[in-house]
């Protein structure tokens, strides 16, 4: 494995647990952004949407990247747009 890929996977790992995070605040549920993340989740599952793959990183399972990346597109454009720029080394 590379660095570089090391590097992508650690930054979208961080993005994903940050995204998991804000489901469960303030000791209840927040229903916005479950139901951000769940339709997200769909959309990117229905739709093949695969950060890793775009990334050229294969996984094993296939859909989990997908899963992945529903969670990652539920905190929206400018979340994501950060992310690819934080990914390639910009910003």
């Known amino acids: 494995m590379e660095i570089t890929t090391l590097i992508i996977i650690s930054i979208l790992v961080e993005a994903i647990w940050e995204n998991c995070k804000m489901i469960w605040q303030h000791e209840k549920i927040n229903v916005n952004m479950l139901g951000s993340l769940i ?43 950060d992310l690819f720029n934080k990914i390639k080394g910009g910003e």
């Open 39 to 81: 339709l997200s989740i769909i959309l990117c599952l229905l739709a093949q949407v695969d950060f890793f793959k775009i990334l050229g990183i294969e996984l094993i399972v296939p859909f989990v990247g997908n899963i992945f990346t529903g969670i990652i597109i539920s905190r929206g454009a400018n979340f994501v747009n």
